[in-house]
């Protein structure tokens, strides 16, 4: 074992000269260098595995399948981990040579390769993934330790072990299955993005439940990043969102998923505003973003509305701008609510992501699609979708809510929509919507607003279910009914 001389690992080097292991102890800021001290004595042919003390179910049968497949292939670097591999994440082993290692080391001047290791081996040599078992298709589970909901995991695993370091791996990982915060469904739900209004506010047509308490807002949180969900939505303008997402992610979940938030919508500031105000407003968005979310950079930061890339002669996209530049924001993104709006983004080059509302009825945008394309085939270009339950109006039954809505025959929508369900073969009107929406090939994620954790497992199975083809897809747009705006848009709604 290679550790550092740090004395807060004393303990631990006590502990393996009690079990008559060698360690070898060296400079807590060089781990490449422990590695290649603990290997003195060895030939430079000497095959070497390199395992990591958060994944404890690699076992040696693993091991000796990879050593058989690298002699086999004559590679000179071997990685099993994650889905390329198709065995959970942290069923992690790395095979290369002790020679490549050295040459490693005298090569590393980065304090990223001192710290991982291979980095030199694998830009040098390429990454071989060991795939042997990839038809379990297993990479989207979880088994190494990273917190202390992963150490509870692993802890239930071992827990009807009688001898837990002889349980073979594969036993482990089928017992994974059975804990908390592992995936529900075969594949990860790819294109399902968590939309949080609702952690921080009443929000929906169809809200019963209300704002759920953290707890449940937690718990809700970690089940849609253990299934798949890749972004979390929020703003400054939903609540405490913010706060709430912050104080779920904080024990050691910040880097399993990506927090898209929106600027304020700056409705205080006064349109004479000089740009120091300007800016003033901008940072401090920003900066109280920064503060909820525990964190001292954003991934995605949005404008809450599109018409801020110019209001005030461009002073706040210019500021953002900045702040990307100065490594505050991650990407930049915009909310749009028109055709018009959508288009303007589109020209915008510095605008990785754009936020739009969309539905199966929503025929609004039927003249954009093209545009959206083309600019994907351009440039590195994210659309997500929100409202493509139209904020729960099309799986509601009640007539109130359509009234709401401005919708006056909405008895033969809601005939459409369940005929359409039906002729799909959708279990739900919902998953009809939803199905829909996701099938697009222009859309790279679906904005979801839950308030439970039974609402992430049905929306989960919806989007790990099959997508629609594309001569369904037309036939279902050639016969939706036609709304007009006053019911396309929930801004227009009577309150």
């Given amino acids: 074992m290679a550790t550092s001389d740090e004395a807060t690992d004393d303990a631990l080097a006590d502990l393996l000269a009690d079990a008559g292991i060698p360690c070898y102890r060296g400079s807590l800021d060089n781990t490449l260098q422990r590695v290649v001290g603990a290997l003195a004595g060895y030939e430079d042919q000497t095959l070497v595995f390199r395992l990591t003390a958060d ?5 040696g049968a693993l091991l000796d399948e990879m050593a058989e497949e690298f002699l086999r292939l004559g590679l000179r670097y071997l990685c099993c981990n994650g889905e390329k591999s198709g065995l959970p994440y942290g069923m992690s082993a790395e095979l290369t040579r002790a020679g490549y290692l050295r040459d490693a080391a005298e090569a590393a001047t980065s ?15 390429g990454a071989t993934y060991f795939e042997r078992h990839k038809h379990l298709n297993l990479g989207h589970f979880r088994c190494t330790v990273d917190c202390f909901d ?35 469904q075969a594949t990860p739900t790819r294109k399902l993005v968590l939309g949080t209004a609702q952690l921080g506010l009443p929000y929906g047509i169809g809200n019963q439940s209300g704002k759920p308490d ?3 807002a937690t718990a809700l949180i970690k089940t849609a990043i253990a299934n798949g969900a890749a972004f979390l939505d929020t703003a400054r303008a939903y609540g405490d969102s913010e706060e709430v997402i912050g104080n779920a992610l904080r024990p050691g979940w910040e880097g399993r998923v990506q927090i898209i938030t929106k600027l304020s919508p700056l409705s205080e500031c006064p349109v004479e505003a000089t740009p120091a105000t300007i800016n003033a407003f901008v940072d401090a968005s920003i900066f109280r973003s920064c503060a909820a979310l525990r964190t001292q950079e954003l991934d995605v930061l949005m404008l809450h509305r599109a018409s801020h890339l110019s209001d005030w002669s ?22 749009v609510q028109s055709p018009h709006e959508l288009e303007q983004a589109l020209t915008e080059s510095e605008i990785d992501l754009i936020q739009m509302p969309f539905n199966v009825l929503d025929w609004r945008w039927d003249n954009q699609i093209q545009k959206i394309r083309e600019a994907k085939g351009h440039r590195p270009l994210t659309i997500h979708v929100r409202s493509a339950l139209l904020q729960g109006l099309l799986v509601s039954t009640k007539p109130e809510h359509w009234q709401r809505a401005n919708v006056e025959n909405s008895e033969s929508v809601r005939e459409w929509l369940a005929g359409q369900c039906r002729k799909a073969g959708r279990a739900s009107v919902a998953d009809f919507c939803l ?11 679906v904005v979801v607003g839950m308030e439970s954790c039974e609402q992430v497992a049905d929306n989960t199975k919806i989007f790990c279910g099959s997508d629609l083809t594309g001569p369904q897809i037309q036939a279902i747009q050639a016969s939706r009914p036609i709304l007009d705006e006053q019911s396309l848009n929930p801004a227009r709604w009577r309150s």
């Fill in 314 to 335: 461009g002073i706040v996209w210019s500021r953002l701008l900045q702040h990307k530049a100065e490594r505050r924001l991650k990407s930049l993104g915009t909310s």
């Fill in 214 to 216: 953290q707890k449940t």
């Fill in 55 to 59: 994944n404890v179910f690699p076992d």
């Fill in 150 to 184: 992963d150490y509870v995991s692993v802890q239930h695993v071992f827990s009807g072990a009688m001898s837990p370091e002889r349980t073979p791996a594969m036993e482990l990982i089928d017992r994974l299955r059975s804990v908390p915060y592992q995936p529900q």
């Fill in 435 to 445: 199905g829909f929406v996701k099938s697009l090939d222009w859309v790279d994620g």
């Fill in 111 to 125: 304090r990223h390769d001192q710290e991982h290791v291979t980095p030199y081996i694998r830009r040098t040599f």
